[in-house]
């Protein structure tokens, strides 16, 4: 059963960069999309973009000029850079697998807190 | 403000059925775009609980049910449980915004 775990600082300075990692547990990395979520506080869902494991990455047009993805397949890991943050980016931040040819996401990690303050 | 509607709270007395919609618009569910939904309780990640309108993933019971029609969709709980009391988002692909949008998330109590 495929396990996916976030990990990274959870404060982060404004104007400063957001750096993610999720490792994949249980199956490989490869053939699949892998994608970041996050969820500000009482408040809903936002895609921030997927990778495939071959490194090709499409990411949410509103976001597109400030995040970087990548893929790791030695370690079956991926990652997410966020750059110039400010407060409303302070969210909980989820990684997901989407499969080929299928636009759900499942499973999800636990998620981690990011908050970003001086 | 979510591309995909969802009301911000339903109730429901237990053994009850409730829906909680979503609208969308030309651009995602009335697209074509599949329509799937996530529970997701207090501090913990969002599970899927129904995928390509109307499956359900191996361990949800049979109690949650979607459906999906024109630009809406819906998710149909039967015989509410008391554990059932939490938030519900619905999800799909919007062709205009290129990107995977959510709706705002249901809150659902059992009274």
């Known amino acids: 059963q495929v396990q996916l775990q976030e990990s990274g600082p959870g404060l982060v300075k404004p104007s400063e960069t957001l750096s993610l990692t999720c490792t994949v547990s249980?199956?490989?990395?490869?053939?699949?999309?892998w994608s970041w979520i996050r969820q500000p506080a009482g408040k809903g869902l936002e895609c921030i973009g997927r990778?495939?494991?071959?490194?090709?990455?499409n990411y949410n047009p509103s976001l597109k000029s400030r995040v970087t993805m990548s893929v790791d397949t030695s370690k079956n890991q991926f990652s997410l850079k966020l750059t110039s943050v400010t407060a409303a980016d302070t969210a909980v931040y989820y990684c997901?697998?989407?499969?080929?040819?299928?636009?759900?996401?499942?499973?999800w990690g636990q998620g981690t807190l990011v908050t970003v303050s001086s | 403000q979510s591309v995909l509607t969802q009301p911000p709270s339903v109730s429901g007395a237990p053994g009850q059925r409730v829906t909680i919609s979503c609208t969308g618009s030309?651009?995602?569910?009335?697209?074509?775009?599949?329509v799937h939904w996530y529970q997701q309780l207090p501090g913990t990640a969002p599970k899927l609980l129904i995928y390509g309108n109307n499956n359900r993933p191996s361990g949800v019971p049979d109690r949650f049910s979607g459906s999906k029609s024109g630009t809406s969709a819906s998710l149909a709980i039967t015989g509410l449980q008391a554990e059932d009391e939490t938030d519900y988002y619905c999800q799909s692909y919007d062709s205009n915004v290129s990107n995977w949008v959510f709706g705002g998330g249901t809150k659902l109590t059992v009274l």
């Open positions: 990778i495939y494991s071959n490194g090709s990455p």
């Open positions: 030309s651009s995602n569910i009335g697209a074509g775009h599949d």
């Open positions: 997901a697998r989407l499969k080929v040819g299928e636009d759900w996401f499942d499973p």
């Open positions: 249980g199956g490989s990395i490869k053939n699949y999309y």
